[in-house]
């Protein structure tokens, strides 16, 4: 099959897949002409690279860990002695990374809840504001020359 219909059959991208190639972690044959050349095997790989993806790895580490791994009833089942201490490793880095994450968290909502009441209040106004945007989509033009007019929400002090 070409990339086209790899794509369509895992639901990546062709620039996506085409990375993966880059990456070291897709291997097409070629054609004559070129074109990339794909079997019903590739799609199980993407598949398998989608769930890495998905689990926090890099595309460096999914290189190195694919070949250990193989397919058991929806699940990656890993093949080499040492993959699983690599993946604890992994997982060791992500949970650092959340805690440093929570970390960072909880210093904003700090300064955040120093803020004084009446800051606060329009702060939650722009908050609201912005989410119910988010929700309909942007506000159309208020002014009669097309433009719109600026709101309240800016961050700078008023002069």
Do not use: F, K, W
């Amino acid at each position: 099959m070409r990339i086209g219909e790899l794509s369509r059959r895992t639901g990546v991208h062709e620039r996506l897949l085409r990375y993966y190639e880059q990456q070291g972690l897709l291997q097409p044959n070629r054609r004559p002409s070129g074109y990339r050349e794909y079997s019903d095997s590739h799609v199980e790989t993407v598949r398998r690279i989608r769930s890495l993806l998905a689990a926090g790895l890099s595309t460096n580490t999914i290189a190195t860990v694919l070949p250990c791994l193989r397919d058991d009833n929806e699940r990656l089942v890993p093949t080499c002695p040492d993959l699983v201490t690599d993946l604890c490793q992994e997982r060791d880095r992500i949970t650092a990374a959340i805690t440093e994450l929570q970390a960072s968290r909880a210093m904003l909502d700090t300064v955040i809840n120093a803020a004084p009441e009446d800051i606060a209040s329009r702060a939650r106004t722009n908050l609201a504001a912005a989410t119910s945007q988010a929700r309909t989509g942007p506000a159309r033009p208020s002014s009669t020359d097309g433009r719109r007019r600026r709101s309240g929400g800016s961050h700078r002090a008023s002069v």
